[in-house]
């Protein structure tokens, strides 16, 4: 197996479970998104990385760099904003108490820290994609 494709199903696999975990804290202190933001988090940041992660597995490779990059970029400026910036029950100081409330902080922080060394790994894989077209 390729070290991207490795390396993309590691972060993948960390990202889900971690999005997982988010997803239970938010829903024990019931923190709940509009819903044209629940669009854009199932599509960018659930089901985008997956789709990236298929791609890498195919001839399109360089296609499926370029959504996981895009889409951990997504990810961490949705994520980043709502959790860290805008005042509301979904940032990490404001939300509401709760028995997940440590879970909804501590996974915050972790699918920012993912998040950008998923964008790290767009741009990696890119140059790796980039480099083994120069080969054919």
Same mark, same amino acid.
Do not use: M, S
């Given at each position: 197996m390729s070290k991207v494709r490795a390396y993309g199903i590691a972060i993948l696999l960390t990202h889900g479970l971690i999005l997982l975990l988010h997803d239970i804290a938010h829903r024990d202190l019931q923190? +709940?998104?509009?819903?044209?933001?629940?669009v854009y988090a199932y599509a960018v940041i659930v089901f985008a990385p997956l789709?990236?992660?298929i791609l890498l597995w195919t001839r399109?490779?360089?296609a499926g760099a370029w959504v996981f990059l895009l889409s951990m970029m997504g990810s961490l400026l949705f994520?980043?904003?709502h959790? +860290? =910036?805008l005042i509301s029950d979904d940032h =990490?100081?404001?939300a509401p108490e709760g028995m997940w409330l440590w879970g +909804?902080?501590?996974t915050a922080v972790l699918l920012a820290v993912v998040e950008g060394a998923g964008c790290w790994f767009g741009v990696w894989?890119?140059?790796r994609a980039r480099e083994a077209e120069a080969f054919r």
């Open positions: 923190i +709940f998104l509009p819903p044209l933001k629940y789709l990236a992660t399109w490779q360089r994520g980043a904003y959790h +860290f =910036v =990490v100081c404001y +909804f902080k501590a894989a890119l140059g």
